[in-house]
């Protein structure tokens, strides 16, 4: 049967690097890999990644999958048909409720079709110092908790960088590293051993201080095309655009929770991204992309402001990019209120619309 591995976690906290580094290790086990992501908008630098690793990715667009759940079943359904051995499912990092809203219901629902691993939620050492810290926004601080309190697994990520020590109790915590692989393979045998328990503590959760934490952000993105006069290695485009964008949020002291660009051109591509203003960008992909005169930019920004705030920076950060530039899209507003498809506790009946 397909596993289906759901993993949570705030926004920037490792999921979709863990999920590649996971696709790698299971691909070279000779295991068929399916990827879905989502967002509350269109454009994904995620699933631009994935696919551009050659992994099988879908995605749902439009709204977290507990209010896509029709959409979210429908995508795994198509990945299921592609005889997928395991599928990896990233929420959007400002999601939760997930126990009660996506995984209860694939299990009432759609009983028999997928083994469903314990529920994995990661944890940036360094955003849990920021957002349990005395004084931190607490909106954010509110989902951020909510988030790891549903986990059936806390994977604290990024273990190659220096961090306070962190440890969320109550569950099992597993410090991980995808970027050095330490880690990886012990949490992937103990996933695909063991299976979701509908047997946690009903999260105690506030719909309209979970909503409200949600709108505290500002959801940005963007898609263009550059055409540039001479030909320029994509990180010649995507650096200096991170930097005007870090450099003009700072400016305006607003926090990022979550900024990243991909650039793809005829030759190559690349990622970059920052979770923390100031931060040297992490790049993926290929910093020696060859040079190249047109440029396809996916930009996906996610920070505490109002929207007209950001949009604003961001056309500031454009204007100032070597070339021509064509827009494609541009969505920015705060995300709405979640309103799940479904919502099943232990022994509740289905309540949707919290
Ligand atoms: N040093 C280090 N950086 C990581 C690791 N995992 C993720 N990152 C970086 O953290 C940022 C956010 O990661 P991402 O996987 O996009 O987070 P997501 O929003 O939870 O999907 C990216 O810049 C990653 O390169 C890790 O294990 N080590
Ligand atoms: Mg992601």
Same mark, same amino acid.
């Given at each position: 049967?397909? *596993?289906? !591995?759901?993993?949570?976690?705030?926004?920037?906290?490792?999921?979709?690097?863990?999920?590649?580094?996971?696709?790698?290790?299971? +691909?070279?086990?000779? =295991?068929?890999?399916?990827?879905?992501?989502?967002?509350?908008?269109?454009?994904?630098?995620?699933?631009?990644?994935? /696919?551009? @690793?050659?992994?099988?990715?879908?995605?749902?667009?439009?709204?977290?999958?507990?209010?896509?759940?029709?959409?979210?079943?429908?995508?795994?359904?198509?990945?299921?048909?592609?005889?997928?051995?395991?599928?990896?499912?990233? %929420?959007?990092?400002?999601?939760?409720?997930?126990?009660?809203?996506? =995984? $209860?219901?694939?299990?009432?629902?759609?009983?028999?079709?997928?083994?469903?691993?314990?529920?994995?939620?990661? $944890?940036?050492? /360094?955003?849990?110092?920021?957002?349990?810290?005395?004084?931190?926004?607490?909106?954010?601080?509110?989902?951020?908790?909510?988030?790891?309190?549903?986990?059936?697994?806390?994977?604290?990520?990024?273990?190659?960088?220096?961090?306070?020590?962190?440890?969320?109790?109550?569950?099992?915590?597993?410090?991980?590293?995808?970027? *050095?692989?330490?880690?990886?393979?012990?949490?992937?045998?103990?996933?695909?051993?063991?299976?979701? $328990?509908?047997?946690?503590? @009903?999260?105690?959760?506030?719909?309209?201080?979970?909503?409200?934490? @949600?709108?505290?952000?500002?959801?940005?993105?963007?898609?263009?095309?550059?055409?540039?006069? /001479?030909?320029?290695?994509?990180?010649?485009?995507?650096?200096?655009?991170?930097?005007?964008?870090?450099?003009?949020?700072?400016?305006?002291?607003?926090?990022?929770?979550?900024?990243?660009?991909?650039?793809?051109?005829?030759?190559?591509?690349?990622?970059?991204?920052?979770?923390?203003?100031?931060?040297?960008?992490?790049?993926?992909?290929?910093?020696?992309?060859?040079?190249?005169?047109?440029?396809?930019? !996916?930009?996906?920004?996610?920070?505490? +402001?109002? %929207?007209?705030?950001?949009?604003?920076?961001?056309?500031?950060? $454009?204007?100032?990019?070597?070339?021509?530039?064509?827009?494609?899209?541009?969505?920015?507003? /705060?995300?709405?209120? %979640?309103?799940?498809?479904?919502? =099943?506790?232990?022994?509740?009946?289905?309540?949707?619309?919290?």
């Amino acid at each position: 049967m397909t *596993t289906l !591995v759901l993993i949570g976690g705030f926004l920037g906290g490792g999921k979709t690097t863990l999920i590649l580094e996971a696709a790698r290790r299971l +691909a070279a086990r000779g =295991l068929r890999v399916g990827i879905v992501m989502n967002d509350q908008a269109g454009q994904l630098v995620d699933t631009r990644l994935a /696919r551009a @690793e050659e992994f099988d990715a879908g995605e749902v667009t439009g709204g977290c999958f507990c209010c896509r759940f029709t959409d979210l079943a429908q995508t795994l359904g198509g990945l299921l048909a592609a005889n997928r051995d395991v599928i990896f499912a990233e %929420p959007v990092g400002s999601c939760a409720d997930l126990a009660a809203t996506v =995984l $209860a219901p694939l299990e009432r629902f759609h009983s028999g079709q997928y083994r469903l691993a314990p529920y994995s939620v990661v $944890a940036d050492p /360094r955003r849990a110092h920021q957002l349990l810290a005395p004084g931190a926004d607490e909106r954010l601080s509110y989902l951020f908790r909510k988030q790891l309190e549903e986990a059936g697994l806390v994977l604290q990520t990024k273990a190659d960088l220096p961090a306070p020590p962190f440890s969320w109790p109550g569950v099992p915590n597993l410090r991980l590293s995808a970027r *050095t692989g330490e880690g990886v393979d012990e949490w992937l045998d103990l996933i695909l051993q063991q299976t979701w $328990a509908n047997d946690r503590p @009903e999260l105690d959760i506030d719909y309209a201080l979970y909503a409200g934490a @949600e709108a505290a952000l500002a959801w940005l993105n963007w898609r263009a095309h550059l055409e540039s006069p /001479r030909a320029l290695p994509p990180a010649f485009v995507a650096g200096p655009l991170l930097d005007a964008l870090d450099s003009g949020l700072t400016a305006a002291s607003i926090p990022i929770a979550h900024l990243k660009v991909f650039v793809q051109t005829n030759s190559g591509y690349l990622k970059a991204s920052v979770c923390i203003n100031g931060q040297e960008p992490i790049v993926q992909g290929r910093l020696d992309a060859p040079p190249a005169r047109r440029h396809e930019i !996916v930009l996906n920004l996610r920070a505490t +402001a109002a %929207p007209e705030q950001v949009t604003a920076i961001l056309q500031n950060a $454009a204007a100032q990019l070597p070339g021509r530039l064509q827009v494609h899209s541009l969505e920015c507003f /705060r995300p709405s209120p %979640p309103r799940p498809e479904h919502r =099943l506790t232990r022994d509740s009946k289905d309540s949707p619309n919290p």
